[in-house]
């Protein structure tokens, strides 16, 4: 891993705990599905700014949406989809 992954790697775990800190309160108002849901929109709408702005490529931002899908189903058994059976 280069200087600067694992400087990106630290910076990211460094901002994980600050979120950490601040969501106990957002989770004393709302239930954790609003709270992930406004999370959600956060991250939409930074990543559609800077792919705008041309600060990250479409491949930096599916990068991205890799590790959200990555981190989110890590572990877990495949299920069904709605329209399909199990």
């Known amino acids: 891993m280069s200087n600067s992954e ?7 775990l460094e901002a ?3 979120i950490g800190e601040i969501l106990p309160h957002v989770l004393a108002r709302y239930t954790k ?3 992930v849901a406004a999370l959600a929109e956060h ?3 930074a990543l559609h ?3 705008r702005e041309g ?3 479409a491949m930096h ?4 949406l890799q590790r959200i899908t ?11 989809g709605p329209d399909e059976t199990a």
Do not use: D, N
Not at 71 to 79: I, K, L, R
């Open 33 to 35: 599905l609003v709270a």
């Open 49 to 51: 700014f800077m792919l």
């Open 70 to 80: 990555t981190t989110a189903f890590a572990g877990a058994p495949p299920q069904a």
């Open 61 to 64: 931002a599916a990068l991205v």
């Open 16 to 18: 994980v705990t600050e």
């Open 55 to 57: 600060e990250i490529s």
């Open 6 to 12: 694992k400087r990106f790697e630290r910076e990211v």
């Open 43 to 45: 991250m939409g709408g």
